[in-house]
């Protein structure tokens, strides 16, 4: 294939912060016209932002960027379709109730109105480009890869000459997705210039020219495709180990508490979220999850505390008090809860599941501890002490303990979050992202009350982001990926380039649907 | 028989007017309550018009057009100030809606009363221009009593109404403004400067929604001031929800909430208690229609899908 050394975005020594998290730092890129660039990254390595401030939603706090060799100012997704760069967003922005056409030409200028015209003229864009879709179906009718093929016509049809698509493998089926790349080869022969955000090493392989790797925000490097191989983009994802200072001791006594075997689960959308999933977790030890977030964490931690419908399989729980086995399956979430499973949640709104933000630190104690009264009066004695214990034990910096938890930081918050769970003295405690959003001492203070738990013979399971954090903190590590378990790992001897691997590798011949 | 039919046109056009404004502000995602106290508005600043323009003209010096004209711009302004006062708090402030909205009814209310006492509470003569009908239509049987004796605003509630429901269906302007109402973010991608929808849709329906006031007194209750056009307004948002959001429905539906509401006055033998009773059929109608709608669950009759929420485009 013809390459014309021609580059049609160029972004220079970008920087971006949200308050003191450092989203993106000096990041360069370009994509040449008639080119697929692949940018590649772990969670949180601040791919998406990048993508958003090209295409308008956030605006760089440094750097420049260059369309056409050209510096421009990109304010809004407005300026960023005159500039003819269309986004293709993982959340799909499409009206529900309209037709394909109705929503291809929404917003359009300058043209007369004409929706036969418009039809005509949209249905000769799809012919052009090989895609097949009904634009007279209404969107609530269509199917997820519909839908992203509306947007892409959406895209094209308004003109775009650079196309991002943010992760759209993520929700299509393998049929799907090679219907997608072969639509995204015919429009980069076109002179398209395109670059697809994705962390699965298989497909950057497959589809794109160029691969640009960023880390934690950081940009590592570009390479071509033809030069690279699962073992070096890893690399290159992953980075160098950085040493944590994180205390971990052997763990004790070890029993089986919880043994899970074969669960299967569905969503609501009828895709299966986890698949033959059988681990053991055991007293006494931390469990460490890890995986690309949306791989079927949330719905292994729901099932377990009894929140998720299973399709298939089963959880027993062996019980320390009365030495006797028991399959949470068949119980309800607060007998689930009764026998010490304790499902400390922290979603990425950290106030929407667990706490309520309007109530102090006392009051929402007291959620957990309602039913505990025998009049029908509230008894605010003991959950005021336990407000106060937790907080000078964790150190939360709150007023007093009445003060509403939303006016915290969010540090705070999760502290009272799990150490509210932690008061109840678990058996079992999962706890998920308990750090998102912390700075490093209140993550450290985190990590030192997982470990103290697991020292007291509690069956800790930790979901996380963070590779480092992970190989530091838990005694082994399971990882997930498309909601099947890929590997059980050694948290001591594992490295994270082999974490890494286990994470993006993708599903096996037996697919799904 | 034929009064009934007449009367249930003339009080249903009330209806149709209220619930248009409504259909046009829901479109644009704006859940407004306030229609009661907009309409109360409405008909207040229209009689109030008309009281200072026949004080200042003198009975002689009545021009017939301007008699219509004035208290209709005066309503309109009145109640497009109410919307402009509804978007300010929701759009502006981000203030809930629901809140706005029952506030604004009671304000409406409140402030139509003081309006109201300051002038007379009968307006037979500035009726006597609304409520002017054809000349021949008297000659044409019940056909013409039926179709063509009403006064103007009638046929304006008629128009609106279709025009309403071309202008959401048919063109461009529709299109961004269901969209707005469905998925603002989705708009706002695309450009649309969503603030300035909800702002115009908002106004303009309020506007139309004060003309149903204006109409109620000055037709229906042939220029006798009653204080219970908030109810009135109430029915309004039912007919809205009765339609499933469709105007050109509303034609219909508003005809037959206005049969349903004076049902009872024209069937003889019946109590004050049992009256009342039957004053509710429109709402028990609207309840059965909602359980339908829910049941059948059709996506294409639901309210728009971000009916009642402000839109903050950092918000995620």
Known sequence: MEKENNIALECKNITKTFGNVVANKNVNLSVKKGEILSVLGENGSGKTTLMNMISGIYFPDEGSVFVDGKEVLIRSPKDAFDLKIGMIHQHFKLVDVFNGVENIVLGMKNKKFNIKNATKEIQETCNKYGFEIDLSKKVYDLSVSEKQTIEIVKVIYKGADILILDEPTAVLTPQEISKLFNVLRKMRDDGKAIIIITHKLNEVLEISDRVSVLRKGEYVGTINTSEANEQILTEMMVGEKITLDIERSEPKNSVDRLVVKGLDCYNSDGVKVLDDISFTAKSGEILGIAGISGSGQRELLEAIAGLQKLSGGEIIYHNPKTEKEDNLRNKTPIEIRNLGVRLSFVPEDRLGMGLVGNMGITDNMMLRSYKKGKSAFLQRKEPKNLANKIIKDLKVVTPDANTPVRRLSGGNVQKVLVGREIAASPTVLMAAYPVRGLDINSSYTIYNLLTEQKEKGVAVIFVGEDLDVLIELCDRILVLSGGRVTGIVDGRSTKKEDLGLLMTKSKSGKENE | ?316
């Open chain 2, 1 to 316: 028989m034929l009064t009934f039919l007449v009367n249930a046109i003339r009080l249903g056009m009330t209806f149709l007017l209220g619930s248009t404004g409504e259909t046009i502000t829901e479109k644009s995602g704006h859940l407004n309550l306030g229609t009661p106290g907009v309409m109360c508005v409405g008909a207040s600043c229209g009689c109030f018009a008309e009281y200072i323009y026949f004080d200042a003209v003198g009975v002689i010096g009545i021009n017939p057009v301007l008699a219509i004209l004035i208290p209709v711009a005066a309503t309109f302004l009145g109640s497009a100030l109410m919307g402009i006062l509804f978007c300010f708090l929701t759009v502006t402030l981000r203030v809930n809606q629901n809140v706005t909205g029952l506030a604004l009814t009671t304000f409406g209310v409140g402030v139509s009363d003081y309006i109201i006492d300051k002038t007379d509470i009968i307006y037979s003569l500035g009726s006597d221009y609304f409520t002017a009908s054809l000349p021949f239509a008297q000659n044409l049987g019940w056909f013409g009593e039926l179709f063509l004796s009403h006064g103007i605003l009638i046929y304006v509630a008629l128009a609106i109404a279709l025009l309403t429901s071309f202008v959401l269906n048919k063109t461009k302007v529709g299109l961004h403004l269901r969209a707005v109402g469905e998925n603002p973010a989705t708009a706002d991608a695309a450009g649309i400067n969503v603030s300035l929808y909800r702002y115009s849709a908002t106004c303009i329906g309020c506007g139309i929604s004060g003309l149903g006031g204006l109409l109620f007194i000055m037709d229906y209750l042939n220029g006798n001031w009653e204080y219970c056009v908030d109810a009135i307004g109430w029915l309004a948002i039912a007919l809205v929800i009765f339609t499933v959001w469709k105007p050109n429905l509303a034609i219909i539906g508003s005809i037959i909430f206005g049969a349903l509401y004076i049902m009872s006055t024209y069937i003889e033998g019946f109590s004050t208690e049992t009256k009342e009773i039957f004053k509710m059929l429109p709402y028990i109608v609207t309840v059965i229609v909602l359980l339908f709608t829910s049941i059948r669950d059709k996506k294409k009759n639901q309210p728009p899908q971000s009916l009642g929420l402000n839109y903050f485009r950092e918000e995620r």
